[in-house]
């Protein structure tokens, strides 16, 4: 079982991520901002592996350092337990339609940390959840996950769905390139190493 638990503590916030990519189970999210636990949740299911997460933060000042903090602690346990990277894709797509949204999503589990962030106006609000920190997330998330990604968003209308397929189609995404493939031998690089 390729599972990790990740700690982060800081002045600012207090962030707890247990990851099992090769099992599901229902997960357990719980982290002061109500749309955020209802996407990893949603990652969790449409990527088929158990995610549980406890974090609480300074949200009396904004959500800022709590997104990031959760995305950088998510990334840790994602790098953790990916592990050696024997034997895995590598690469993972997913396009997702959510009614008038289609996002899609592409993941290279390369070591190389690098975020594409194409979604337009992120000037708005889900609730009292300004949508820009989503993008502040993600950045934390492949930096500390130490891969590629690629976050497009063909078209969409209603902010919900909007990152409802984005988080959707990571999920689906993330899973696809960590999953084993019976035909890769060792490390997927001609490096020998990723």
């Known amino acids: 079982m390729r599972k990790s638990n990740v700690h982060r503590e800081t002045t600012e916030t207090n962030v ?53 903090d959760i995305g950088i602690t ?37 070591g190389r940390p690098y975020l594409v962030y194409n979604v337009s106006d992120t000037s708005g609000f889900l609730k009292d959840l300004q949508v820009s920190l989503f993008e502040d997330f993600f950045r934390g998330l492949c930096s500390h996950g130490l891969f590629n990604l690629h976050i497009r968003l063909h078209y969409g209308r209603d902010t919900h769905h909007i990152y409802e397929a984005i988080f959707k189609a990571f999920g689906r995404a ?20 990723l």
């Open 74 to 110: 998510l990334g840790d346990a994602i790098n953790k337990a990916v592990g050696d990277k024997h034997g895995i894709n590598r690469y993972g797509s997913a396009s997702v339609p959510m009614d008038e949204s289609l996002a899609e999503v592409i993941i290279d589990l390369s």
């Open 174 to 193: 993330l899973s696809a390139a960590a999953a084993i493939n019976p035909k890769t031998k060792g490390v997927p690089s001609t490096k020998g190493t």
């Open 16 to 68: 707890t991520v247990g990851l099992n990519l090769d099992e599901y189970s229902a997960s357990g999210i719980s982290t002061q901002i109500p749309f955020l636990n209802h996407m990893l949740d949603l990652a969790s299911r449409h990527g088929h592996f158990t995610l549980k997460v406890d974090a609480s933060g300074d949200t009396d000042v904004d959500y800022h350092h709590l997104m990031e």
